[in-house]
């Protein structure tokens, strides 16, 4: 089952790892821990992946078009996390979701929200994106972010595995990954239910700048092909092929209901937006993930509210919650008046600027040079303490390597759609690295 030399000596380790005697002797998160270090096992069945791709997209040449030239974008070998670090990380999503309710974090964050989005108009954000840490402790959450990208892609990855011996075979049939495409569509129908009467869209655009060379383009084909499945009409558009007349919003001569976005302009503002903007104003279109949910969710800022006790205790957040948000790194905005102390303290801290996505323009502390520094003086960012990421062992070219982990919940609503890892090498995910990319989260 796997395509390296070392899986037997892998499957060998895992099943004396799952043995009743050894899991007597350690605990889950230990066990997770060994197969980490141990399991060079080649899970991912790419002949598999590449066909249900071509099924679903109607193209047989999509895998080799989309995926095979982008070598780096799936993993072969998966993620294990103990089942508690599940339940530890939908806590943590639960504790902010129900703090994010509350009248004294919504003021607070509006405050410093553009205007736009204070408008809500009740979609609650497609596919958010809760993103973990675990390296040494408990789960701890470094970021969310309201269009995450990759869910598509990660379900299908997760549906193409082999199981490399007996151990990993419970753990592949419990991924439970039919339930994605009907979650999907119900999130889509919820989503339109909130701001209509009707019962579901009749036409989705999915929505991105320049799709065609944005590197997660095939989850956008792979969105579009799920929901004509389900008999909801889908593009996947350009802003510039979009116009806002008669009170309709408008593109390729049909009526757009709803817009999947995936834009980073998180506020509309950009000129080139503009009809996005108005129709989304006037109630023309729904609009999910939107400008008050990135506002309410995924502004970095909002992570110095969810990280300060102090603060959360005298809105009377309940205990339970509290504990639960502990599990968030002490953030802070960088101001004038606490530059010296955080220049001091920046081996500890990373810097992250408030509008940033993707991994873009972040720095860990003891990487800053003067000159970075006086460029983040003069934006907005903030810092936070350092967590490190978990660790996952990998064969390449017959030798081991090391690659960081972290692991993104995707959600709607509060509910779990799906976990994935993604493996890298340097600051940030990168999809660059060899033997790394998306990579699914078996839970034992």
């Not at 599940?86 to 999503?93: E, L, P, T």
């Amino acid at each position: 089952m796997s395509d390296n030399t070392s899986g037997s000596k892998s499957a060998a380790g895992l099943r004396a790892a799952a043995s009743t005697d050894e899991g007597a002797l350690f605990p889950t998160a230990e066990r997770a821990g060994k197969f980490n270090q141990s399991c060079f096992c080649i899970t991912l069945d790419r002949e598999a992946l590449a066909l249900a791709m071509r099924s679903a997209a109607g193209d047989s040449a999509f895998y080799d078009v989309h995926i095979a030239s982008r070598p780096h974008l799936f993993s072969g070998v998966p993620v294990f996390l103990p089942e508690a670090d599940r339940a530890a990380m939908m806590g943590i999503v639960g504790a902010i979701e129900a703090t994010a309710r509350t009248s004294a974090y919504i003021k607070t964050v509006m405050d410093w929200a553009p205007e736009i989005s204070r408008h809500d108009f009740g979609p609650r954000g497609v596919l958010m994106g809760y993103d973990f840490h675990l390296g040494s402790g408990p789960p701890r959450l470094i970021e969310i972010n309201t269009n995450a990208g990759g869910a598509f892609l990660n379900a299908f990855g997760a549906r193409a595995q082999l199981a490399c011996c007996d151990a990993v075979e419970p753990v592949i049939r419990s991924l439970n990954t039919g339930t994605f495409d009907p979650s999907v569509i119900g999130m889509f129908e919820a989503e339109w239910q909130s701001q209509r009467t009707s019962i579901r869209p009749r036409m989705v655009a999915i929505l991105d700048d320049a799709p065609e060379t944005q590197y997660l383009y095939p989850e956008f084909l792979l969105a579009e092909q799920l929901l004509e499945a389900s008999s909801i009409d889908a593009m996947v558009a350009d802003p510039s092929e979009l116009t806002h007349v008669g009170g309709k919003l408008i593109a390729r001569e049909r009526e757009i209901d709803l817009v999947y976005n995936r834009l980073v302009d998180f506020s509309l503002s950009e000129p080139r937006h503009a009809a996005l903007r108005e129709a989304y104003l006037t109630g023309a279109v729904v609009v999910t993930p939107n400008p008050h949910n990135h506002a309410l969710f995924a502004d970095k800022r909002n992570l110095a509210v969810l990280s300060d006790p102090e603060l959360l205790r005298s809105w009377e957040i309940s205990p339970a919650n509290l504990s639960a948000l502990s599990a968030i790194p002490r953030s802070v905005s960088v101001t004038p008046e606490n530059a010296d102390d955080l220049w001091a303290r920046r081996k500890r801290l990373f810097f992250k600027p408030v509008s940033g996505h993707g991994g873009k323009a972040v720095y860990r502390g003891d990487k800053l040079t003067r000159s970075v520094w006086e460029a983040i003086l003069k934006a907005d960012y903030i810092a936070q303490d350092l967590v490190a990421p978990g660790e996952r062992e990998i064969m390449l070219d017959g030798a081991a390597h090391t690659l960081k982990t972290d692991v993104r919940l995707y959600t709607y609503d509060g509910v779990l759609l799906l976990a994935a890892a993604r493996l890298y090498r340097g600051q940030t995910t990168n999809f660059r690295t060899p033997g790394g990319g998306f990579a699914p989260v078996f839970f034992i």
